[in-house]
C-alpha cells in the first residue's frame, strides 16, 4: 500500500501561451488539495520526436514521459482543441505510450485519467471524445467529469491564470476526482469481472438493433 499517490498531469501545446496548459496546472492543484503528489509533463518542454514504430533506442524525453506515466496512479490529459480534434503534438506524446505494452501491468491498466480540452470556438467535448477512445484502448478508466472548456481566450489571462471562478472551481474538482479515484483503484483494483464488465457495457449496439431503436 502507497503511503501516497502519484497523479502527472500531461498536456499543453507547442504555443508560448498554452491555455490548455494552464487549465493543467490548475486541475493538478486540486489533485494536490486531495493529497497527491504532482508532476507536470509540458508538451512543449518535452519536445518529442515523432512516434517511430521502429525507433528501438528512444531519446531521453521519451523515456522521462514512459516512465512518468508508468509510475502514476492517475493521470489528468489536457489537449487544445485543432479542427475537431486533439493537438498533434498531444497525439504524438499518446502515441509514444505504445512503449508501455511491454511493462507489467501494460499501458494504463487501472490507472485513472481525467480529460480536459480548451477551444477558441464554443465546441470542445470533440478532442475530450478523442482522449476518452485512447485511455479506453490504453486499458486505462476516463472519470465521468469531464471539462471542455470553450472560447478558452475568455478564461485565461496573459500569465495562465483563470479569471472565471467556475472553471476553476470545476478542474479543482476533477483533479480531486482522480485523486480520489486513484486512491480506490489502488487499494482495490478492479477485477477481471470488472473490466469485462465494462468492456460489454461499451460494445456497439447491433445495426440492426440501431435502426429500430
Known amino acids: 500500500m502507497k503511503s501516497q499517490l502519484t497523479v ?36 512543449r518542454e518535452l519536445a518529442l520526436p515523432m512516434y517511430d514504430p521502429e ?5 531521453t ?17 489536457s489537449s487544445p482543441m485543432y479542427n475537431g480534434t486533439i493537438s498533434g503534438s498531444f497525439k504524438n506524446a499518446l502515441d509514444w505510450l505504445k512503449l508501455l505494452g511491454d511493462r507489467k501491468p501494460a499501458y494504463l491498466t487501472d490507472k485513472v485519467v481525467g480529460l480536459i480540452s ?17 485511455v479506453r484502448a490504453l486499458r486505462g478508466w476516463a472519470v465521468p467529469l469531464v471539462m471542455p472548456i470553450a ?10 491564470a483563470s479569471i472565471d471562478k467556475q472553471v476553476t472551481e470545476q478542474l479543482h474538482a476533477l483533479g480531486r476526482e482522480v485523486a480520489r479515484a486513484s486512491c480506490q483503484f489502488a487499494l482495490a483494483p478492479p477485477t477481471k469481472a470488472d473490466a469485462q464488465k465494462a468492456e460489454a457495457e461499451t460494445l456497439p449496439v447491433d445495426e440492426e438493433e440501431a435502426k429500430s431503436a
Open 8 to 43: 502527472v498531469g500531461l498536456g499543453g501545446s507547442l504555443a508560448k501561451l498554452s491555455t490548455s496548459l494552464a487549465a493543467l496546472r490548475i486541475a493538478l492543484e486540486g489533485a494536490a488539495e486531495a493529497g497527491a503528489q504532482t508532476e507536470l509533463l509540458d508538451i
Open 61 to 77: 524525453s521519451v523515456v522521462k514521459l514512459c516512465d512518468a506515466v508508468y509510475r502514476a496512479d492517475g493521470l489528468l490529459w
Open 118 to 134: 480548451t477551444a477558441g470556438g464554443v465546441q470542445g467535448l470533440q478532442a475530450v471524445n478523442t482522449m476518452e477512445f485512447v
Open 55 to 59: 525507433d528501438g533506442n528512444p531519446p
Open 151 to 160: 472560447q478558452s481566450w475568455k478564461v485565461f489571462d496573459q500569465q495562465g
